[in-house]
Each structure stands twice: as structure tokens, then as C-alpha cells.
Antibody, heavy 120, light 107 residues
Framework: QVQLVQSGAEVKKPGASVKVSCKAS????????LSWLRQAPGQGPEWMGW????????YYAQKLQGRVTMTTDTSTSTAYMELRSLRSDDTAVYYC?????????????WGQGTLVTVSS | DIQMTQSPSSLSASVGDRVTITCRAS??????LNWYQQKPGKAPKVLMY???SLQSGAPSRFSGSGSGTDFTLTISSLQPEDFATYYC?????????FGQGTKVEIK
């Protein structure tokens, strides 16, 4: 069965960086894109960007350009999301999600979420 | 960015009730509209895609309709496990954007 398993919770100080991992299993990793999303307390999810594990192509949300980097390691079927220059409003649960694309795009499998807390 | 607006933001209903949630896009998105259910402490789970297609494994009491800018999610007979927050999401273009959510509570 398809599973996306994320790394554990992180506490960071403002200005620091965080790197969250997402290990995929149960499907061919390079056959599907992966999106990263985050959800601040009491808010709807926010899409952060997308990566193709097949060729490493990325597309980032404009508001995060320059602060976010998404990568994959196909040897371990793991995706990574690094966010730099953290601010208090980056405090959120971060999710990876498989991006099912064809005629229609939607997120059909999600990781369990990683809480990132930014606090001095 | 395409803005997605849901209404109501919350509702109270009883088991067995018919429930309808609406979602409006700030521009036409054809039928590139998905619905997700989220329970506390869990990741969202897709219920509907392409506005009216039921995701495999989702209960048949869920249905979706709409095209262009106006969409609805209907639960034909609310069950105890349906008490959750529901989000619409457009996949017409990037950035993918979500509504603010509709919380369905027990009356």
C-alpha cells in the first residue's frame, strides 16, 4: 500500500533552517510528482511547491521563492523540503503529498505531517 | 492567485441530515475542483476530484457538482464519522489554492 512517512517534529529559532523528509513506499517513486503543503493552526492547507522525482524539476510558490528548496533521493525513495530564514509565521504542520496528475490533478496520498515550531 | 471561498464556515447537523457545502472560485476553473475531508490531528483525505468524481474508497453518500466558479459538496445522509472539516481546492493552475474550510459539527 502507498505510504508517505515524514520525519519528526522540529523546534527552530527565527532565522534558522529546517529540513523535513518524506519517505515513499508502495509505488514507483519516480512515476509521480510530490507536492509539499503546510497548514498553520486553524487555517486551510497552503501549497508550497512541487517536485518531479523523475527528473528533479521543481515549481515553487512565488511567496516562498528563494527560501525553499525541494529535492529527492531516488536511491531511497525520499523527498526533502528545506525552508530557510524561518519566521514565526512559518510555524505549521508540513505535509508531503503524492500529486496525481493526468487530465486532473489532486493529492491522493499524504504523509502524516511534521510540526515545525518557530520560536525564540 | 485564484481565491476559493467556502460557505458556511461551520454548521451543526444531526446524524441522517442532508448537508450541502458550497465553494466559489474567484475565476472560472472549469471542473478542476477537488474536495478533502480532514479530522483533527490527521492529514486531509481526498473525497472528490474533477468536481463530481468520487475517489476510490470514499462513501457513495458523498457527491459533488458544479462547473465554472460555483461548486457544491453534498452528504446525503450524515454519519457519525463524517463530523470533520471539509476543504475545496482548485487544480486549474498554480499555486494550488484551498478554501478556508467548513467545519461540520454534531447538533
Amino acid at each position: 500500500q502507498v505510504q508517505l512517512v515524514q520525519s519528526g517534529a522540529e523546534v527552530k529559532k527565527p532565522g534558522a533552517s529546517v529540513k523535513v523528509s518524506c519517505k515513499a513506499s508502495g509505488y514507483t517513486f519516480t512515476s509521480y510528482g510530490l507536492s509539499w503543503l503546510r497548514q498553520a493552526p486553524g487555517q486551510g492547507p497552503e501549497w508550497m511547491g512541487w517536485i518531479s522525482p523523475y527528473n528533479g524539476n521543481t515549481y515553487y510558490a512565488q511567496k516562498l521563492q528563494g527560501r525553499v528548496t525541494m529535492t529527492t533521493d531516488t536511491s531511497t525513495s525520499t523527498a526533502y523540503m528545506e525552508l530557510r530564514s524561518l519566521r514565526s509565521d512559518d510555524t505549521a504542520v508540513y505535509y508531503c503529498a503524492r500529486d496525481l496528475s493526468g487530465s486532473f490533478h489532486y493529492f491522493d496520498y499524504w504523509g502524516q505531517g511534521t510540526l515545525v515550531t518557530v520560536s525564540s | 492567485d485564484i481565491q476559493m471561498t467556502q460557505s458556511p464556515s461551520s454548521l451543526s447537523a444531526s446524524v441522517g441530515d442532508r448537508v450541502t457545502i458550497t465553494c466559489r472560485a474567484s475565476q472560472s476553473i472549469s471542473n478542476h475542483l477537488n474536495w478533502y475531508q480532514q479530522k483533527p490531528g490527521k492529514a486531509p483525505k481526498v473525497l472528490m476530484y474533477a468536481a463530481s468524481s468520487l475517489q476510490s474508497g470514499a462513501p457513495s453518500r458523498f457527491s459533488g457538482s458544479g462547473s465554472g466558479t460555483d461548486f457544491t459538496l453534498t452528504i446525503s445522509s450524515l454519519q457519525p464519522e463524517d463530523f470533520a472539516t471539509y476543504y475545496c481546492q482548485q487544480s486549474y493552475n498554480t499555486p494550488r489554492t484551498f478554501g478556508q474550510g467548513t467545519k461540520v459539527e454534531i447538533k
